[in-house]
């Protein structure tokens, strides 16, 4: 029996690339990357029975980059689409099970990020898929976020809330399906590959494989040392330097801030809460300043989040070979 894909999800600094890296060295598994296909094109061109709907989408994802490094084969998509059933979730697979072929691997699967805010969308079509949620201490992923990119710096709010979001979307999908949905903390991964792996195989019903930890299946991952925010790693070692790094990174009122608002979530992902010492004019600081602009920047956060998931989210023009395109997009 055909086994249905495999979605990588989890935001961003959360160890994706990481887990995609293991995963891609399975000799079962081929895995694509930040594809975005439920994002930017599902259910977004109506029906793709309608020919000239069908054309309108393809023509936008031959020009879609992340496309173009997979190398879809438009006219045998084309082909195979017209003989069967046109549904978004097809036109997914003809992409995804192209992709396996071509990598001489017998399942596929993808790794995108926020992939888990579609997980009732994508088990109506694919009722055995499995979603694998990356997890990380959110004080750690916020100054992974902070340190790599310097516009995230005071935005201790934003990732509080995009951190507790994301813990409830884990826990929605660990309830409604529990045999399909498997949260996979990024400490685990880093302290201990082995096992974690071992019971990440279990839960994809693949056998595990030494060789998943060289991460030989995606040797750009590999040999440029990860994606650590933290500096350049030794090529193909799975290093634990980045635990507890916040600690040297974030402010004492970024670290109390987020722990006051993600104490749920941390405790009940085993997650250690920090003793925050403060000194009367830090506890003011915190108070007056730190406190309600970061508050602030929650609230800004979600209203931007609900305006896109009311919206959808467009296939940004620099995605795009020929930026013109976009207008195509509903």
Known sequence: MKKDPIYLAGIERSGTSLMYALLASHPNIAMMRRTYLWMYFNNKYGDLNNP??????ISVMSQYTRLQKINIDVDRIRREFSAG???YARLFSLIGDH?????GKQRWGDKSLNTEKYMDDIFAVFPRAKIIH?????????????TRWTQ???LAGAGTKMWTESVRLARRGMEKYPENYMVVRYEDVVSDPEETLRNVCEFLEEEYVPEMVTMKGSPTHRDKGGNSSYGKREVGV???????RYKRVLSVGEIKFMQDFCKS??????????EVQMSWKGRLRYLFVDFPLNFLRMLVWSGKELIFDIRGRKLPARRLIKKDLVKDII
């Open 134 to 146: 990356m997890m990380r201490d959110p004080r750690d992923r916020y100054a992974s976020a902070k």
């Open 85 to 87: 059933e046109r549904s």
């Open 238 to 244: 799975i290093s634990t330097d980045s635990l507890a």
């Open 265 to 274: 979530g941390m405790l009940e992902f085993g997650y250690k809460m920090d």
């Open 99 to 103: 992709f396996a072929e071509r990598k």
């Open 52 to 57: 000239e709907n069908f054309e309108r989408c």
């Open 152 to 154: 995230m710096k005071g």
